[in-house]
């Protein structure tokens, strides 16, 4: 999983994301750990279109000792450039 951790807590609960798939790295099913994002659930766009939670998206929470952090996993593949946002709902 991809680690983030906002600079700012002001960062939280929206972040962007850009990754860089080719035919020699591609992305494949990417999944991230938002630190202290708290506890509001999360939508994701996926160059600019909604991906709606269900068997391609899925999110969780996990309680810590300092926040609570936001757990995302998405069924994807891409050998291109994508741009993730991600969203408090």
């Known amino acids: 999983a ?3 951790v906002p600079n700012n807590v002001k960062d ?4 962007k994301l850009i990754l860089e798939g080719s ?3 591609p992305i ?3 999944s991230f750990i938002i630190k202290n994002w708290g506890d509001s659930e999360a939508k994701i766009m996926l160059d600019g279109k909604e991906i709606r939670r269900g068997k391609d998206f899925r999110f969780g929470h996990q ?3 300092n926040g609570t952090d936001l757990i ?3 069924k994807l593949e891409s050998t291109s450039k ?3 946002e991600l969203q408090s709902d």
């Open 72 to 74: 995302v996993w998405l």
């Open 12 to 15: 939280i609960p929206e972040v």
């Open 2 to 4: 991809y680690i983030i």
């Open 28 to 30: 494949l099913n990417p």
């Open 82 to 84: 994508i741009t993730l």
């Open 23 to 25: 035919e020699h790295s």
């Open 63 to 65: 309680k810590g000792m």
